[in-house]
T-cell receptor
Framework: DTEVTQTPKHLVMGMTNKKSLKCEQHMGHRAMYWYKQKAKKPPELMFVYSYEKLSINESVPSRFSPECPNSSLLNLHLHALQPEDSALYLC?????????????FGPGTRLTVT | DAKTTQPTSMDCAEGRAANLPCNHSTISGNEYVYWYRQIHSQGPQYIIHGLKNNETNEMASLIITEDRKSSTLILPHATLRDTAVYYCIVRGLTGANSKLTFGKGITLSVRP
């Protein structure tokens, strides 16, 4: 199983809402990632978890709150977002270190903030 | 900042080889060249990576020049499903250097 699943596929939320994005993998990977991709732009790294601990935060605003409850799950909690946060949010997983180290990406959650 | 430069776009005919170039003149000795692609409305997909030797797998071949300042991804028999944005990425294996930093990529259009 080389699949990373993300739910929901689409999400529309108001600026006062609280919502969560979910990501799951069963490849035994111990590193998980959140990326943000605006339209017609490349993906940009937001957060990295390694062994369930936050190892990289790319200066992401606090209205985005990641959580890694176990080695298979990664959440992104959203609160008080702005319309400019509308984007495709991608989750990925990989082995945390080593020579062969590709990241497997999920299909993404397309978020619209109204 | 991305450490690679790629043309904005290219096209090729279905069934022909697609050769996608990438320049990475500032690559360090311990950095690898990775290629990912992103088909429209999907997440990026790993294709291949290499350090200094040429590499081949079931998807593509990667040719790295001897000075390692440039490389070419070769899709030997392009199909319509290969239409995508292809990202050439230079990365190390540890620390901040190990992050996947996507550049603008090259849009490959395969025509019938």
């Amino acid at each position: 199983d080389t699949e990373v699943t993300q739910t929901p596929k689409h999400l529309v939320m108001g600026m006062t809402n609280k919502k969560s994005l979910k990501c799951e993998q069963h490849m035994g990977h111990r590193a998980m990632y959140w990326y943000k991709q605006k339209a017609k732009k490349p993906p940009e790294l937001m957060f990295v978890y390694s062994y369930e601990k936050l190892s990289i935060n790319e200066s992401v605003p606090s209205r985005f709150s990641p959580e890694c409850p176990n080695s298979s799950l990664l959440n992104l909690h959203l609160h008080a977002l702005q319309p400019e946060d509308s984007a495709l949010y991608l989750c990925a997983s990989s082995q945390p270190r080593g020579r062969f180290y590709e990241q497997y990406f999920g299909p993404g959650t397309r978020l619209t903030v109204t | 900042d991305a450490k690679t430069t790629q043309p904005t776009s290219m096209d090729c005919a279905e069934g022909r080889a697609a050769n996608l170039p990438c320049n990475h003149s500032t690559i360090s000795g311990n950095e690898y060249v990775y290629w990912y692609r992103q088909i429209h409305s999907q997440g990026p997909q790993y294709i291949i990576h290499g350090l200094k030797n040429n590499e081949t797998n079931e998807m593509a071949s990667l040719i790295i020049t001897e000075d390692r300042k440039s490389s070419t991804l070769i899709l030997p028999h392009a199909t319509l499903r290969d239409t995508a944005v292809y990202y050439c990425i230079v990365r190390g294996l540890t620390g901040a250097n190990s992050k996947l930093t996507f550049g603008k990529g090259i849009t490959l259009s395969v025509r019938p």
